[in-house]
């Protein structure tokens, strides 16, 4: 039973198009939503991070988008790159907790 | 990935034969993770552990043992491997106020076959 239900599990979009992977999670302690991203070969690397005090973060072309009633998230990727290809991970925390969970993944791939 | 390495990088062993994959950081990080990435899973965490010589079970702990004597490196030992556990093994590391404060840094992850 998976703590963070990540869809979709692929994802084809035209460069310069919006890519967007939603996650949902049922546990209400969780405090801490980072995604990561992982290009073939290499471990993940952490891409950006929300808590559940703002609604949205924006860093370059990466927005997380959080809507805490609906215990949802969002990865939005604008301008979409063909070196934005690879494997996106959103993952969840407990408040004070030590460990992630992470979802099952999304492989996204860009065509230029 | 830099202050983090993992070794092997590939394996192949057999069916009940007992395998020991490494961690090592000179980050001098508190926590230290390994996880597994299976296709439809993500990844999920093995065990864990908050400082020298203390560890604890992740949600697929099973078949593992871990270890850490040292601050710089945790193993991960099969104690009988079966080919359930064929997959790629990643560590991890965070500071001390944890992943929330710092995030993980991923080792490069080792491939293993269970044949």
């Known amino acids: 039973q998976q703590q963070v239900k990540q869809s979709p599990q692929s994802l084809i979009v035209q460069k310069g198009g919006i890519s967007i992977i939603n996650c949902a999670y049922e546990?209400?302690?969780?405090?801490?939503f980072p995604w990561y991203q992982q290009f073939p070969g290499k471990g993940p690397a952490l891409l950006i991070a929300?808590?559940?005090?703002?609604s949205e973060k924006k860093e370059g072309r990466f927005t997380i988008s959080f809507n805490k009633s609906a215990k949802q998230f969002s990865l939005h990727i604008m301008d979409s790159q063909p070196g934005d290809s690879a494997t996106y991970f959103c993952?969840?925390?407990?408040?004070?907790?030590?460990?992630?969970?992470f979802g099952a993944g999304t492989i996204l791939r860009v065509k230029s | 990935d830099a202050g983090i390495t993992q070794s092997p990088r590939h394996k192949v062993t057999e069916t009940g034969t007992p395998v020991t994959l490494r961690c090592h950081q000179t980050?001098?990080?508190?926590?230290m993770y390994w996880y597994r990435q299976d296709p439809g899973h993500g990844l999920r965490l093995i065990h864990y552990?908050?400082?020298?010589?203390?560890?604890d079970k992740g949600e697929v702990s099973d078949g593992y043992s871990v270890s850490r004597s040292k601050t710089e490196d945790f193993l991960l030992t099969l104690e009988s491997a079966t080919s359930s556990q064929t997959s790629v093994y990643f560590c991890?590391?965070?500071?001390?106020?944890?992943?929330?404060?710092?995030?993980?840094?991923f080792g490069s992850g080792t491939r293993l076959t269970v044949v």
């Open positions: 546990n209400t302690a969780f405090d801490y």
């Open positions: 929300i808590r559940p005090d703002v």
């Open positions: 980050e001098n990080h508190r926590y």
């Open positions: 993952a969840a925390s407990k408040g004070g907790g030590n460990k992630l969970v």
């Open positions: 991890a590391i965070s500071g001390s106020g944890g992943p929330q404060v710092y995030g993980y840094t």
């Open positions: 552990s908050y400082g020298v010589k203390d560890t």
